[in-house]
């Protein structure tokens, strides 16, 4: 063997040891599998992962009952919005009827994490040291309120307002049958006729 042909050879192997160490493994699909669940779940948690379903039936103070709620408490109707997997369609129980003022808000959970947008709903008796008067979009307040996660003493911005009956309701999801109870706020809109 010549001098150039091994120079070459040597070269070569050189060249191909030192590719091979600098390539990346390529990700198997089972990790890009993993990896895309996790994202999935992350993104599942940032919008109403975190919410608790169901309430103890304790209501703020101040909160007024309706005098004539569309839907009377004991009655039923069915869920027409999905504020969460599994409601949209569900046969519910009226569990209360109150009048008040409902808010979007967005806020930054108390236990970190992204934040929160235009979240449905908090009524004007969850938010602390208001006045009576409704507030305007764009304003903040504070939430004395638990229906999320991180959502309790969180600074919230004021997306929408509005004066209407707000219902506390008793289903079963329909995704899995779980029962709710006590679930805080849908509003008379999101609500219809029982099937």
Known sequence: ?????????????????????????????????????????????????????????????????????????GSQATVEKDHMEGMKGAQATIAGAYDTTVYTVSYTPTTGGEKVTDHKWVIHEELKDVSEQPLEPGEEATIQADHMEGMNGAQATIDSAKQTTVYMIDFELTTSGEKVTNHKWVTEDELSPPE
């Open 1 to 73: 063997m010549t001098l150039k042909k091994i120079i070459i050879t040597l070269l070569t192997i050189t060249s191909m040891l030192f590719l091979a160490a600098c390539g990346g493994e390529e990700p198997k699909p089972e990790e890009t599998t993993e990896t895309e669940q996790q994202n999935q779940e992350q993104t599942d948690s940032s919008d109403h992962g975190d919410m608790n379903m169901s309430g103890s039936g304790e209501v703020p103070e101040g909160l007024e009952k309706a005098e004539n709620p569309t839907y009377e408490v």
